[in-house]
């Protein structure tokens, strides 16, 4: 009898039938013969209104360097009840269908969290309690979101946080494997809105999923894919409208690149609107300009993407080149503003009529050619390429955002991605 | 400074706006100079929306003899996050008014109860961290109604129960007081719906309350008042709507009767029409036949208030009348027709058309003549005294439920109610 976490999410635990069919894929997992614990996020929208309940309380929305008030405390005191309230559902409905079931919140298993409250981490959860209810064959199900700090009190993990519980729960529960239901069937190659031909992927390895969520592909958050890859605990992306008993060979598995036997060169074509360019034009070419910028930028707690220098003249002024997310862009602009005098542009410029479209894939590795196909299938399109950064595998370019789904269907294209996957 | 207990119920804790005026009042008293701990209820309405989710999912409702299912505490879980949202919601109020305030849960606190799940009673508030809090300055937000069993699991008290919480914190923190702020502005001489004469009370005693809350006067939970006796924790009932700053001298206190230098022989008339008669025609009259009915009656949980033994006809056979619960009327029925050929009655009458009308006071005991005053006033209406029963402060008869108004108006004026009070 092997351990094995599930998680739903917000939508699958919307109402009570959503709760009762998620309450029958359980039952089936644990009748087939799995030790379970199950993972929730609240009702679909209710964090959304404890959210808005504390904005009207006079919740501190925290200073321009992001710091937190401790008002923050109390703002997760009320919006972990959410996910209190539809564990205690789902364990009442498992009982009702004739199962043993409770639920265990954060602090009763503890998961034990940094206090940073309103956007904690997970720091450990000793598996003892968890796992000898498990063991004892009862179904556990966790609060996802929520943990407790040193002190006793309650945090949270910030939104979309319930992922990264469910990975948590299943690394402390040394799972098999943690298998995330939510509203989308799997991993695609590109986003189906706007490539119909896009293909679910059987498999993909953490360091693609990885890439794939940092670039904005929203299947799981972040965090959650940073702490599997840690710990090399297998997730599953299915959908929660499988049916009960038929799980087995659904949805799109994350896992070790060894075990992936089918390599593709690309896996998956992403893209991202939250983009805004800004260039500073005309920048003196000396030392401590780039630490000036940047440091400026980082104080603020404001995350730069792609960075380029260019057309330097003479060697003496250069064009400093960055991207920001869009709603940080104002701010950057401000602040270096505020510094001009500093740090000695010329002009600045800003521009958020940009997107960033990005191919992922470990094949990239051990090929030669796969920027250059890149390159080719844009230019074949006529479309601009602003800026270009890569990783070890992945290359991503920013373009006039008019031209977003153009060039994801290039790329899709271009590397052969609606033939592959399941 | 002295260390006060405020209780907010749930038209008190309705929206953001009730939230902010209760804060006001919580503030004001602690700018008065007190150490504050306040405990609060659920929204009004929230605590009825879990409750119909936890139906929903399949909350097993016990079987005749009101024993609970295990599920009870997943119920707990559910219902308690009432509270816990609100808590949290008042003290970030607090906090954005400039004042140091925190929520403490049941299980922080911690406040231990029993493990009857759904209705657990409070059994121990260790006062250290309650009071360390408190005397730090901090005001401290208890959530109402909701505990911790000794297992960790989380509890409540059954509905209504924040009155008690209120009373057990007030209790732990050696409170010089606990200030119940509801809908209405204190204890009445009588419904005032009913006698628009009716008077405020200044003060009332703890056993006088404790009657006039068993006996239907909902404006304190009979528990809460139990308990505020068992310690002689001084109550006070008064208007949320008061103006920050002008509690002084509001409501009515619930105190010792030592205490009240003004004692009235009646210092209320209560009724309750939750009241269903059982009458057994032709009960043989012998030994073990009461106990026969009575302990049946028992093993259901089914509470027997008036008892009657009546018609005995020449020692063979008596009438058995007594009185239960209108909700249990049907249930008692069929348990007494199940038993017909062990208790031997020839007939069963039941009579859900009464109402029972209690005057209360503690003067009672040194006066004479009380109980001829009242039958004296009821007589004068034509009003049918159908059954009598007796405590050492009340006096309560079962009359025809139609002239209950009646029979209040006029007892009321008959022990001068109306001349009396603030």
């Known amino acids: 009898m092997t351990r094995l976490v599930m998680k739903f999410g917000g939508t699958s635990m919307a109402d009570l039938e959503r709760i009762r069919r998620a309450a029958r894929l359980v039952a089936a997992e644990y009748d087939a013969g799995h030790k379970v614990a199950v993972v929730v996020s609240a009702m679909a929208g209710k964090t959304n209104e404890l959210v808005a309940w504390t904005d009207g309380a006079g919740r501190p929305t925290g200073d321009a360097a992001g710091n937190d008030d401790a008002s923050d405390d109390e703002y997760d005191v009320v919006v972990a009840s959410g996910e209190q309230v539809t564990a205690g559902l789902l364990a009442m409905t498992l009982r009702n269908m004739g199962y043993r079931a409770r639920s265990m919140q954060g602090w009763q298993i503890p998961i034990k969290t940094t206090d940073v409250h309103g956007k904690a981490r997970i720091a450990d959860i000793p598996p003892e309690k968890l796992c000898a209810a498990m063991d004892s064959g009862e179904i556990v199900v966790v609060p996802g979101f929520q943990g407790v700090a040193d002190d006793g009190r309650i945090t949270t993990l910030g939104r979309g946080g319930s992922d990264t519980s469910a990975v948590a729960v299943a690394i402390a529960a040394s799972a098999v494997r943690c298998d995330i239901y939510t509203d989308v069937d799997g991993v695609y190659t590109t986003d189906p809105r706007i490539e119909n031909k896009a293909k679910r992927l059987d498999k993909i390895s953490f360091e693609e999923m ?213």
């Open 210 to 422: 990885l890439e794939m969520a940092s670039l904005g592909a929203k299947v799981l958050q972040t965090r959650s894919v940073e702490l599997a890859m840690a710990y090399r605990m297998p997730v599953r992306v299915l959908s929660s409208f499988v049916e009960p008993g038929e799980a087995t060979d659904q949805g799109t598995i994350v896992c070790d690149e060894e075990e992936i036997v089918e390599k593709h060169i690309v896996s998956g074509v992403a893209y991202s609107r939250d983009e805004a360019k800004i260039t500073l034009l005309g920048v003196p070419n000396k030392v401590g300009v780039s630490a000036a910028i940047f440091g400026r930028l980082a104080q603020a707690n404001i995350n730069v993407d792609m960075i380029v220098q260019s057309d330097a003249r003479s060697g003496e002024v250069a064009n400093q080149l960055f991207t920001v997310g869009r709603r940080d862009a104002k701010q950057a602009k401000e602040l270096m503003e505020a510094a001009q005098g500093e740090i000695g542009f010329e002009d600045l410029r800003i521009d958020e009529n940009v997107s960033k479209v990005s191919i992922v894939g470990v094949g990239m590795r051990s090929h030669t050619g796969v920027a250059q196909t890149m390159f080719q299938a844009l230019s074949e399109k006529g479309i601009n390429i602003q800026v270009i950064s890569t990783s070890e595998i992945k290359i991503s370019v920013l373009i006039d955002e008019a031209y977003t789904e153009l060039a994801v269907r290039a790329l899709h294209a271009a590397y052969g991605l609606d033939k592959i996957g399941a």
